[in-house]
């Protein structure tokens, strides 16, 4: 009874998050992932939202930041995802950060005890078969080049794209703690932290600048000459694309000293710049070079990354790297509940859509998930309000942006309607975060009694 039954395909964070709304609701579920019969360029494992990039979910701030206040919903909304994400979580300042390998290892053992999930390890090579009436394609933005093709073919336009990097990892042990020094920024502690989460490696201001002059003088990735007009995503540029942007670029951006007091200093406490490192699993044994994206040969970050006071015998665990993201043109390509136009059948979820980020890969594929049940189930479809985190990022990726100029996006408070009050500063961010909230419990009550 495959009108029954929901396809998803893809297991990352989007499609994970998918699978499980949908299953919750007592409707069957099939999870298509083609790892590890067939492998990505960037993923490692076989596992279920596999955490590539960077193992932070970013701010947990629900009260004064927008991807804090897209947490809270989440969670609010029976998310996977962020059950698992704080079940793993790591000690990150205000930020929430997991140890990758246990987040991935419960969602995937979270999903296939799910009674209404089965997981399938096969590719879905081109369009899904015309008998699946509801598929989610979560396919992510290293999509198969079968599948990718299929859907230029339907859209009759190109995919957009553009570069993503990977950060290094250092072993812990590796580093010099009589150079480095424990303190979260302004010492804020965050969720599971104590205010000192982050290993700090300060840089005078001669060191600085002539870590700048190696970062643009090394040698970096050639690109392939089809990668050669893609650009990349202003939120993750690469550390050394950052520096030749200008010689003070890096100190007000990843290497800002502002909130930090090096211990170790004897005449200078506040350095000139500083590299942050962060915890990247719960041993505490791995940390990774926050900020640090990098498309330089793996030879040239050895050599570079090793200029870094603290870093000067560092051991990498794994080193920093590039890929080339796709994604489609959401706001010309689906409706308001993520369907293809073309295709109706087909509905689209995570950063395959535009939406850039772990958290709101996730809550695309939640909403995606929670649509296609109702669809099956025969219930109305209530899209959440504008006004709240979930309900901005879906207006912005369907109907909200301009198409014309249309590019990955994080969650931000400019996607929001502006509040009904004079105010400014932290003031004018809880009247966000508030008025969101208060709207969002009020959806997601009607959408339950609906179910």
């Given at each position: ?6 396809h998803i395909i893809g297991a990352g964070m989007a499609g994970s ?101 089965t997981l399938d390890r096969n590719e879905v090579a081109g369009l ?43 072993f812990k042990e590796s580093i010099d703690m009589s150079k480095a ?271």
């Amino acid at each position: 009874m495959t009108h029954k039954t929901v396809h998803i395909i893809g297991a990352g964070m989007a499609g994970s998050e998918a699978a499980w709304q949908a299953a919750e609701t007592g409707i069957k579920v099939v999870l298509h992932e083609m790892r590890p019969v067939k492998k990505t360029e960037a993923h490692q494992t076989d596992k279920c939202a596999e955490l590539v990039c960077s193992n932070s979910f970013r701010s947990d701030d629900a009260e004064y930041n927008a991807v804090g206040l897209l947490h809270e919903e989440m969670r609010r909304a029976g998310s996977l995802i962020m059950r698992c994400g704080d079940a793993s979580k790591v000690p990150a300042g205000s930020a929430l950060a997991v140890d990758r390998e246990a987040f991935s290892e419960m969602v995937t053992k979270e999903l296939h005890n799910h009674p209404n999930i089965t997981l399938d390890r096969n590719e879905v090579a081109g369009l899904p078969p015309a008998e699946w009436e509801n598929v989610i394609v979560a396919t992510g933005p290293l999509t198969s080049p079968a599948l990718t093709d299929a859907i230029r073919k339907l859209t009759n336009e190109d995919h957009l794209a553009f570069f993503d990097a990977i950060a290094p990892i250092v072993f812990k042990e590796s580093i010099d703690m009589s150079k480095a020094w424990f303190q979260s920024r302004y010492d804020k502690p965050g969720p599971g932290g104590t205010g000192k989460d982050y290993i700090n490696c300060p840089m005078e201001k001669d060191e600085y600048y002539a870590f700048v002059d190696a970062l643009i003088a090394g040698e970096k990735t050639e690109f392939k000459e089809w990668e050669k007009n893609t650009p990349y995503f202003e939120g993750c540029l690469p550390i050394e694309v950052m520096a030749e942007r200008g010689p003070n670029t890096l100190r007000f951006g990843p290497m800002k000293a502002i909130g930090l007091i090096n211990p170790n200093a004897t005449t200078f406490p506040r350095p000139w710049a500083v590299v942050q490192l962060r915890q990247d699993n719960a041993l505490g044994t791995l940390y990774n070079i926050v900020g640090f994206q990098t498309k330089l040969k793996y030879g040239e970050q050895t050599r570079i990354f090793k200029m870094i006071p603290g870093l000067e015998n560092a051991e990498f665990a794994r080193l920093g790297g590039i890929h080339r993201n796709t994604f489609i043109n959401s706001p010309k390509l689906l409706d308001a509940t993520l369907r293809m136009k073309a295709m109706p059948r087909l509905r689209f979820a995570g950063q395959m859509t535009g939406c850039e980020g772990y958290i709101e890969s996730a809550t695309v594929g939640l909403l995606a998930g929670r649509f296609a049940a109702a669809q099956v189930l025969g219930q109305d479809i209530t899209t959440p309000p504008v006004t709240t985190a979930m309900g901005a990022l879906l207006n912005h990726i369907t109907t909200g942006a301009n198409a014309e100029t249309f590019q990955p996006m994080n969650i931000n408070f400019g996607l929001f309607p502006p509040p009904d009050v004079d105010i400014s500063g932290r003031e004018r961010k809880k009247a966000y975060t508030s008025r969101a909230l208060a709207d969002f419990d009020g959806w997601i009550k009607e959408w339950k009694k609906a179910a």
